[in-house]
């Protein structure tokens, strides 16, 4: 081999290696890029997740508190209704001693949930 085809070849391998070192540092570059608009998407993402955590976190409490405000109407309005049926009625007073099995119901159907 002749120096001028050495010289040649090594000048040949030197612009490669330039080109690759080149191409190496642009796609760095552009991974950095990437990495950095990934990085900002995902903040943006859990943003938006939070936000629409904190809605729906307020919305079930207020479901909540609709729900625990309706049950006490419903309960005020029930335990009214049964004052006003029940104060002007007078209820007998019986002692056991006046009570009669069929008053009360006899003692033998109290074992019938077991029987097959």
Do not use: I
Not at 40 to 64: F, T
């Amino acid at each position: 081999m002749s120096d001028a085809h050495c010289l040649d070849v090594k000048s040949k391998a030197a612009r490669r290696e330039k080109k690759l070192t080149d191409e190496k540092e642009k796609l760095a570059k552009k991974l950095a890029r990437l990495r950095a608009k990934q990085e900002a998407l995902v903040a943006r993402a859990y943003e938006d997740v939070m936000v629409r955590y904190k809605a729906l976190e307020e919305y079930m409490e207020e479901q909540s508190m609709n729900c625990v405000g309706a049950f006490e109407d419903d309960f005020r309005s029930f335990h009214e209704k049964l004052e006003e049926k029940y104060s002007t009625h007078e209820f007998e007073t019986v002692t056991t001693h006046e009570a009669s099995a069929s008053d009360v119901g006899s003692d033998n159907n109290e074992d019938d949930d077991d029987a097959p």
